[in-house]
């Protein structure tokens, strides 16, 4: 039976040599019933992994402020996959790149603004056409004429 406040969205795929399953269930009928400003929809990820013969389980729950008109279940489970799109290309980079993890700046509002200086740098380097970072960093940092000539500060 399925009811009308339940929406369901399965994927199945073969990634990195494993067999993923993803059921997403949304539902907004608990919206209404939860203390948390905005929220449309709660939803229910259940992920099944198979690499040989061992098979894992995860469940992870969310809340949106999206609602159903706008996001439906498979519109949900694309956004939830795409997340890691922004944990790749942004997080990974800043954690591994520029170790901003082993940062020691941890007082008053430094830590806020070298990651918007990190930020910045890495949106400069892929406007520019870079693709990795890192070797873009290496690559400029002995030349630090042509970083201030892409910000227009000097003329090459």
Known sequence: MRESHLDVAETLGKEHGRRVHRRLQSSNRLAEHLNWPGVAQVCR??????????????IEYAITSAPRTMADARQ???????H???????????????????SRVRTDSAPQAFSAFRNAAITLLRRCGCINIASALRQNSYQPQKIFAMLGILKQ
């Not at 990820?45 to 995860?58: C, D, I, Q």
């Not at 949900?76 to 795409?82: H, I, N, P, T, Y």
């Not at 799109?85 to 901003?100: A, K, L, P, Q, W």
């Open 76 to 82: 949900l489970l694309a956004w939830w996959r795409g």
């Open 45 to 58: 990820l259940v992920r099944t992994t198979k690499r040989n013969s061992e098979e894992t389980t995860e």
């Open 84 to 102: 890691w799109g922004i944990e790749n290309r942004s997080h990974y980079v800043r954690d591994v790149t520029f170790g901003e993890d082993q």
